[in-house]
């Protein structure tokens, strides 16, 4: 019983975790050349992810066209007084985690325990 468990667990992780046919044809129409070394080096989950991460930014990127003046906008007085010119936007920090552990360090010698 607690096989069928784990095996149910193993599956529905697995489910999650697939491509599908969709991803694959978006990805073939929108890829350039360095999305196809990702895919290369790192499979197409990972690919996938660096395509949406790099629209993201393009999107990011451009300019608003017009802010309407309702109540969800600021005044655009108040709104260059809290503007910073080195962050502009939200304060979006762009951070990659590190493949490797920098506090690990193989050791020299096999463990011949």
């Known amino acids: ?11 529905a992780s697995l489910a999650n ?5 969709k ?5 073939l129409e929108q890829a350039e050349a360095d ?3 990702t895919l290369a080096r790192e499979g ?5 992810n660096h395509l949406h991460r790099r629209r993201g930014e393009r999107i990011a990127d451009e300019p608003v066209a017009s ?5 969800h906008h600021a005044d655009p007085f108040y709104r260059a007084a809290f503007a910073v010119a080195d ?9 990659r985690h590190s493949r490797a552990n920098p506090q690990f360090s193989p050791t020299r010698h096999a463990n011949p325990v």
């Open 23 to 27: 991803d694959v044809a978006e990805f």
């Open 67 to 71: 802010v309407s003046r309702n109540k």
């Open 87 to 95: 962050e502009p936007g939200l304060p979006t920090r762009r951070h």
């Open 44 to 48: 197409m989950p990972e690919a996938l």
């Open 1 to 11: 019983m607690l096989a069928t468990f784990g095996l149910g667990r193993l599956e």
């Open 35 to 37: 999305d196809m070394s």
């Open 17 to 21: 975790d697939t491509v599908t046919a």
